[in-house]
T-cell receptor, first 113, second 113 residues
């Protein structure tokens, strides 16, 4: 079955450390997105990419970086510059037709220790 | 700018109806609705395109008034499985030329027996 795979499910980061969250899809979708979810805040857009080797900053990109070297993969790096990284991170993708909406991965819960 | 959802929370008994509203201060291309169970990824329910049409999905339907920049989600004869947090996502065009979804803070729905 097609879908989006995020890994790891849980991640613990020490202060000053960079960590990378994996997102892989086999839906052949062009567009991919990273959202951050905090309690009571809804989902906020970090980065998005519509085609390979191209991506744009979302609303809260500071302290994050991404790459899109392959259509299937859109990893997110949480750098030490992100002062409050503890959150639930969701990766999503969507086909060009967009009538099927976003397909979300199961998420990565990142905690700073 | 984040769309505004109301109410913030709803408690229903099985079989009762509910309406969740979503309003935006920006012009909309479309409105998406998602449901998220605790600790899980959001699941796409439906998309409303320009034209004020009403769409249905099981006993869940929605309307979209593009002039008022509002959408409403209607849940009729609620079932226990309807419990979760409902998010609207409004599609907006960004400076990049691409459109993305901006999500509201969510409406928590609890259906009790």
């Amino acid at each position: 079955d097609g879908g989006i795979t995020q890994s790891p499910k849980y991640l613990f980061r020490k202060e000053g450390q960079n960590v990378t969250l994996s997102c892989e899809q086999n839906l052949n979708h062009d567009a991919m997105y990273w959202y951050r979810q905090d309690p009571g805040q809804g989902l906020r857009l970090i980065y998005y990419s519509q085609i390979v080797n191209d991506f744009q900053k979302g609303d809260i990109a500071e302290g994050y970086s991404v790459s899109r070297e392959k259509k299937e993969s859109f990893p997110l790096t949480v750098t030490s510059a992100q002062k409050n990284p503890t959150a639930f991170y969701l990766c999503a993708s969507m086909s060009k037709g967009r009538l099927g909406g976003y397909t979300f991965g199961s998420g990565t819960r990142l905690t700073v220790v | 700018q984040q769309p505004v959802q109301s109410p913030q929370a709803v408690i229903l008994r099985e079989g009762e109806d509910a309406v969740i509203n979503c309003s935006s201060s920006k012009a909309l291309y479309s409105v998406h609705w998602y449901r998220q169970k605790h600790g899980e990824a959001p699941v796409f329910l439906m998309i409303l395109l320009k034209g004020g049409e009403q769409k249905g999905h099981e006993k869940i339907s929605a309307s979209f008034n593009e002039k008022k920049q509002q959408s409403s989600l209607y849940l009729t004869a609620s079932q226990l499985s309807y419990s979760g947090t409902y998010f609207c996502g409004t599609e907006n065009l960004r400076n990049s030329g691409y459109s993305t979804l901006t999500f509201g803070k969510g409406t928590m729905l609890l259906v009790s027996p």
